[in-house]
């Protein structure tokens, strides 16, 4: 069964540091998607893609975010410059009609 | 604000329990209520449900919207530890594409 996939599962880095989380969304999937998940809380949603553009982002997504699909099969979310608070599990997610997300297994960002 | 309350926040049951969890939304101009389960990393999907009244089912689990009232529930039947995990409930309204999750339930069922 396709899957989406992310890597690194998980990535340290210290505090002002530039990273790149990447995804690999189902290969059919047109719709791609962002959220984060704190230690302890809710999935937030960060923002969605369509037709190589942002389509909805959330007030989280702020200038020190992007996303690219550079290629035609990845999908990545760059935090420009971390901080401590934006140590969470990063979730990719892509579907093919904008009904059902698919989520890949998260990559773990701890900020230092 | 939207918002999507889910209870009970914990649940223990044992092996062969059938167990209820809650899900209430408030979003505007609803669209869909969706339903993951979440075991060590990604929630897995489980349930779309658009239309009020009709239940999905897929075997041992279930679940219903009611549009009126605004919530849903999700049935797990015979319950088996590996049920074990935390249930997710999110609205999406057809003004985007944002999943709005609740808090989840976390289910542990035990032998």
């Known amino acids: 069964e396709p899957e989406v996939t992310q890597t690194p599962s998980h990535q340290v880095t210290q505090m002002g540091q530039e990273v790149i989380l990447r995804c690999v969304p189902i290969?059919?999937?047109?719709?791609f998607y962002w959220y984060r998940q704190i230690l302890g809380q809710k999935v937030e949603f960060l923002v969605s893609?369509?037709?190589?553009?942002?389509?909805?982002k959330s007030e989280i997504f702020d200038d020190q975010f992007s996303v690219e699909r550079p290629d035609g099969s990845n999908f990545t979310l760059k935090i420009r410059s971390t901080k401590l608070e934006d140590s969470a599990m990063y979730f990719c997610?892509?579907?093919?009609?904008?009904?059902?997300?698919?989520f890949g297994p998260g990559t773990r960002l701890t900020v230092t | 604000e939207d918002k999507v309350v889910q209870s009970p926040l914990s649940l223990v049951v044992h092996e062969g329990d059938t167990v209820t969890l809650n899900c209430s939304y408030e979003?505007?101009?609803?669209?869909?209520l969706l339903w993951y389960k979440q075991e060590k990393k990604a929630p897995t999907f489980l349930f779309m449900l658009t239309s009020s009244g009709i239940e999905k089912k897929s075997g041992r689990l279930s679940s219903i919207l009611d549009k009126k009232e605004l919530f849903s529930i999700l049935n797990i039947t015979a319950t088996q530890t590996g049920d074990s995990a935390v249930y997710l409930c999110?609205?999406?309204?057809?003004?985007?594409?944002?999943?709005?999750f609740g808090k989840g339930t976390s289910l542990l069922v035990t032998p």
């Open positions: 893609f369509y037709n190589n553009e942002i389509s909805e």
């Open positions: 999110a609205a999406i309204s057809n003004s985007g594409y944002a999943l709005n």
């Open positions: 290969s059919n999937h047109l719709y």
């Open positions: 979003v505007t101009n609803f669209r869909s």
């Open positions: 997610a892509s579907d093919s009609t904008a009904y059902e997300q698919y």
